[in-house]
């Protein structure tokens, strides 16, 4: 069993940043591969940035050159750093780490950008 605690959502402005934060209860070098989704109102999940076990990373378009996805594998601890934010990227967003080939969720922090 994996436990995920998600940290650092809120209400920003368009055009600032923010630092997403997830406490896996694992040691994250185990990991099969890890990464952050988001769900918008009205819309499906999607998966926005993720980092294998090798430390691929790869990003959805949306978000290509303002968000960074990052891992800190001494403190079993993986990041999702958002720059230039836009109203666009407002949803509820968890981490998600597959573990021994299952899926495990955090229980979503809530991203809003508006002025």
């Known amino acids: 069993q994996v436990q995920l605690v998600e940290s650092g959502g809120g209400l920003v402005q368009p055009g600032e940043s923010l630092r997403l934060s997830c406490a896996v209860s694992?040691?994250?070098?185990?990991?099969?591969?890890m990464g952050w989704y988001r769900q918008a109102p009205g819309k499906q999940r999607e998966l926005v940035a993720g980092i294998t076990g090798g430390g691929t990373t790869n990003y959805a378009d949306s978000v290509k050159g303002r968000f960074t996805i990052s891992r800190d594998i001494a403190k079993n601890m993986l990041y999702l750093q958002m720059n230039s934010l836009n109203s666009e990227d407002t949803a509820v967003y968890y981490c998600?780490?597959?573990?021994?080939?299952?899926?495990?969720w955090g229980q979503g922090t809530q991203v809003t950008v508006s002025s």
């Open positions: 694992v040691n994250i070098f185990s990991l099969n591969s």
């Open positions: 998600n780490v597959r573990f021994n080939g299952i899926h495990y």
